[in-house]
């Protein structure tokens, strides 16, 4: 079932776009399933249980990491990550950054802004984001690689629409900006299961895709 799903999407995402299977709440077995039919870009968003399956699974995974990190939890994270694509504040920019400086590795990452309806203090605003990136020469041991986005939590196609340009712009916006930082500036991280048909629309690079490949997750375990 799994790995006719991954078969299905990759099948239909256009070329360019890659698939992030977000595994999160998903048991190790669950995730081979995914392995053996390809997929080697898994997601996850909880430190504790990232730093769990990364020694039980294949060594040759792209670990991304999508969720809310707190300063506390890098290195359970950073080792073993290929992209942070949830960098929601100046402040874990600025500790993976020190942590890149005492480790000796330049870290790639995705910021994410705050554009969702939704009542959260995570997140970058649009300002923000183009006053980091104005020196970004501040972050030696940072590779900002784009934006990761999430839509408001709706039915309504137009919110999600409009949210998701919003996020492009932003995109779009360092690119014109920054020409400095184009070249690596390329990944636009949006669309997940309900959503993803409309992302691929508004340009993105990258679909966070969990529940259309795992199934519903149960909260209460791993
Ligand atoms: C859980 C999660 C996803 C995947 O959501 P689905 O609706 O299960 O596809 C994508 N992005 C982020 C940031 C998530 O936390």
Not at 122 to 149: A, H, T, W
Request: glycine share 6%; net charge negative; charged share 25%.
């Amino acid at each position: 079932m799994i790995q006719d799903k991954i078969h299905d999407i990759v099948g239909k995402l256009p070329s360019g776009v890659k698939l992030v299977a977000v595994s999160k709440f998903h048991s190790v077995p669950e995730l081979m399933e995914a392995y053996r039919a390809g997929q080697r870009c898994f997601g996850e968003n909880r430190p504790q249980e990232f730093a769990m399956k990364v020694p039980e699974m294949p060594s040759d995974i792209e670990w991304h990491f999508i969720g809310h990190l707190q300063t506390n939890k890098l290195k359970m994270v950073l080792p073993y990550v290929s992209l942070i694509q949830s960098v929601d504040s100046l402040r874990l920019l600025e500790a993976i950054n020190n942590w890149g400086t005492m480790n000796g590795k330049v870290l790639d990452v995705l910021l994410e802004p705050h554009v969702a309806a939704e009542e959260t203090k995570q997140g970058f605003s649009c300002d923000e984001i183009m006053s980091v990136l104005s020196s970004s020469e501040r972050y030696p041991n940072i590779c900002f690689k784009g934006i990761m986005g999430m839509a408001t939590f709706t039915d309504d196609e137009e919110i999600i629409c409009s949210d998701f340009s919003r996020i492009r712009e932003i995109h779009d916006a360092v690119r014109r900006e920054y020409p400095v930082l184009a070249d690596d500036f390329t990944e636009l991280s949006i669309g997940m299961s309900d959503d993803y048909p409309l992302a691929i629309k508004y340009g993105s690079t990258m679909v966070r895709i969990g529940s259309m490949i795992f199934g519903s997750r149960n909260y209460g375990v791993v």
